[in-house]
Structure formats: structure tokens, C-alpha cells
Nanobody, 116 residues
Framework: QVQLVESGGGWVQTGGSLKLSCAAT????????MGWYRQAPGQQRDLVAT???????KYADFAKGRFTISRDNAKNTVSLRMNNLRPDDSAVYYC??????????WGQGTQVTVSS
């Protein structure tokens, strides 16, 4: 089992920045991909960004150029730096860990609210 704990969410004005962090504990053997997803009220959970243990990254189109995902394999942490935030970025952001691509484990989520 893997446990994921997010931190760093909060409230920010349009154009502001936030950094989300996720600490993973437990059996990380075989965990290849870590990432961030988000879910706004009434909407599906969408991929934001993922990063493999090789540091290969993937971003959703809305995240490209504004968000940066990073990973510390030694510390089992993954972070998401979000710049130039917009109101439509408001959502609950979830950390995820996967053996391959589809998440096997989820964090509890952290709320990000961007005001106009």
C-alpha cells in the first residue's frame, strides 16, 4: 500500500502562484508514475501532469507553460508549481501514484481556489 498526503493548496488571486506538494509513504517499489489530477464541482477528474521515475513529464494542454511538475525519487515526493493561475483552475487537486500509467493510489486532495 502507498499513502499520499498533499499540502500547499489554498486561495490565491488571478495571476498568482501556488506550489502543491505530495509526500508518499509505504511500499513504493514498482511505482513508476506520479502525478496530479484535479476535479472541479460537477466535473470529472482530469489529468494535470504526470512524471515518471525517469523524469519524463506529461502535461494537460491547460497546464503547459504555466505548471511545472517535479519529483524527488529519494524523498518520494512530487510537487506541482502553478503560475499565472486563473479562476478556472479552481478545483480539488489530487496526488496520484501508479505502477504504470493509470493511478493505483490517490491522496485525499487539496483545495485550490483562484479568485477573479
Amino acid at each position: 500500500q502507498v499513502q499520499l498526503v498533499e499540502s500547499g493548496g489554498g486561495w490565491v488571486q488571478t495571476g498568482g502562484s501556488l506550489k502543491l506538494s505530495c509526500a508518499a509513504t509505504g511500499d513504493m517499489v514498482g511505482i513508476n508514475t506520479m502525478g496530479w489530477y484535479r476535479q472541479a464541482p460537477g466535473q470529472q477528474r482530469d489529468l494535470v501532469a504526470t512524471i515518471r521515475s525517469s523524469n519524463i513529464t506529461k502535461y494537460a494542454d491547460f497546464a503547459k507553460g504555466r505548471f511545472t511538475i517535479s519529483r524527488d525519487n529519494a524523498k518520494n515526493t512530487v510537487s506541482l508549481r502553478m503560475n499565472n493561475l486563473r479562476p478556472d483552475d479552481s478545483a480539488v487537486y489530487y496526488c496520484a501514484a501508479a505502477h504504470l500509467i493509470t493511478p493505483n493510489y490517490w491522496g485525499q486532495g487539496t483545495q485550490v481556489t483562484v479568485s477573479s
